[in-house]
């Protein structure tokens, strides 16, 4: 069922004997679109914290094991951190 655009609800519910049942509709209808709003927004900020925390593990990973292994290095070093190694 396709929904009825603004126009077509208009006309739909300028047949309609109370002003008051349109109202108490529009008035729904906003409340409902809001609280959809606002799960969506929730929503959002749920994945953005939890990919913010994905990617510091992720570069906690990927840190210990250049510290471990010395990626990034350059072997021939004679000075800085890799010079250890």
Known sequence: MTPLTPKVWAL????????????????????????IQAAQT???LSVNAELVRLYWDIGR???????????????????GPCSAQ
């Open 12 to 35: 739909v519910m300028a047949g309609k004997k109370s002003a008051v049942f349109s109202h108490d509709f529009a008035v729904l209808l906003a409340d409902v679109k809001g609280r």
């Open 42 to 44: 929730r929503a959002v």
């Open 61 to 79: 990973i990927i840190d210990g094991r250049q510290q471990r292994e010395g990626w990034g290095c350059v072997r021939y070093s004679t000075s």
